[in-house]
């Protein structure tokens, strides 16, 4: 029982310590005339003006550029064209600084009381 008692919390330890160091990221969009430089920006959610969303993760082999009036996103060798009519917003992924604070308080929080409740003070 103890055994478990203590794995449990110790989960909650190293989950709480991943969320801290990995913080986190929220879509912000950006105006259009950016759109020039969307080819230099991490991450991008296209939001289309029926509410479809179609997010583009950048790495190596995935880019996306506007051409003429069209997105243009390349997979490899394969190629999709998204007209710019059809879009309503595009957002690109930053960091939160906000969130991260917010969640790590909030999972600082959770460990203080699970330790406390796992040793209480004994008078």
């Known amino acids: 029982m ?3 008692h203590i794995t449990f919390h110790f989960t909650i330890w190293i989950l709480s310590i991943s969320i801290l160091f990995t913080g986190c990221y929220s879509y912000y969009t950006f105006p259009n005339d950016d759109y020039s430089k969307i080819e230099n920006m991490e991450d991008i959610k296209i939001v289309y003006k029926n509410g479809k969303e179609f997010v ?6 995935t880019n996306i550029k506007l051409v003429g009036d069209s997105l243009v996103v390349s997979e490899g060798s394969e190629r999709k064209l998204i007209g710019i009519s059809e879009v309503e917003k595009v957002k690109e992924s930053r960091f939160d600084l906000g969130g991260t604070i917010t969640i790590s308080l909030v999972a ?16």
């Open 56 to 61: 583009v993760e950048k790495d190596d082999t």
């Open 108 to 123: 600082l929080t959770i460990l203080v009381v699970l330790f406390f409740s796992m040793n209480p003070f004994k008078t």
């Open 2 to 4: 103890k055994f478990s």
